[in-house]
T-cell receptor
Framework: GENVEQHPSTLSVQEGDSAVIKCTYS??????FPWYKQELGKRPQLIIDIRSNVGEKKDQRIAVTLNKTAKHFSLHITETQPEDSAVYFCAAILTSGTYKYIFGTGTRLKVLA | EPEVTQTPSHQVTQMGQEVILRCVPI?????FYWYRQILGQKVEFLVSFYNNEISEKSEIFDDQFSVERPDGSNFTLKIRSTKLEDSAMYFC??????????FGPGTRLLVL
């Protein structure tokens, strides 16, 4: 069945450094890839997304890259700040045939001041 | 900015009891979803709902579960005869199209 693997499970970086989180998906027909940030006890919040017809997307300090051939996509956070500390989930969806997100297992990012 | 809302925020119930979790999706959205997240684990899809019927459901979503849109604004998840392993955070989500889903704040269910 569909699967999304996410690495690393935990990541600690110094404030100001960059953080990279990687996901690999199994269904080559997946065509939409959102990233969610979840702070403790709160709802997952969409922070960026990318569609399969695009290789890279950037929004201020956050960027996502997609390699369709390798079936993996990555979240890049530059100039990290303590408020970036949270759990980040990637997801994949095949928008033409299904409605469900397949989520990765999450990455707990800790930005050290 | 409109948001998905959920009630209650916390629910404690005895094993074997029935619970109803409520959600108000974003008003112009057409697709509705329930997900659950067991503590410390990833978010798992339960069911999606479109045009007043279930579109897709996971193998978790067995006869113990049901969903309903009783009026033009609410979307509910009913869990019959709750079990200890049903303890989790339950998230409702909605989307305008089959893409970006917006999540509610969740209901933390504890089954004793």
């Amino acid at each position: 069945g569909e699967n999304v693997e996410q690495h690393p499970s935990t990541l600690s970086v110094q404030e100001g450094d960059s953080a990279v989180i990687k996901c690999t998906y199994s269904d080559s027909a997946s065509n939409y890839f959102p990233w969610y940030k979840q702070e403790l006890g709160k709802r997952p919040q969409l922070i960026i997304d990318i569609r399969s017809n695009v290789g890279e997307k950037k929004d201020q300090r956050i960027a996502v890259t997609l390699n369709k051939t390798a079936k993996h996509f990555s979240l890049h956070i530059t100039e990290t700040q303590p408020e970036d500390s949270a759990v980040y989930f990637c997801a994949a969806i095949l928008t033409s045939g299904t409605y469900k997100y397949i989520f990765g297992t999450g990455t707990r990012l800790k930005v050290l001041a | 900015e409109p948001e998905v809302t959920q009630t209650p925020s916390h629910q404690v119930t005895q094993m074997g009891q029935e619970v109803i979790l409520r959600c108000v999706p974003i008003s112009n959205h057409l697709y509705f979803y329930w997900y659950r997240q067991i503590l410390g684990q990833k978010v798992e899809f339960l069911v999606s709902f479109y045009n007043n019927e279930i579109s897709e459901k996971s193998e978790i979503f067995d006869d113990q579960f049901s969903v309903e849109r009783p009026d033009g604004s609410n979307f509910t998840l009913k869990i019959r005869s709750t079990k200890l392993e049903d303890s989790a955070m339950y998230f409702c989500a909605s989307s305008e199209f089959q893409e970006t889903q917006y999540f509610g704040p969740g209901t933390r269910l504890l089954v004793l």
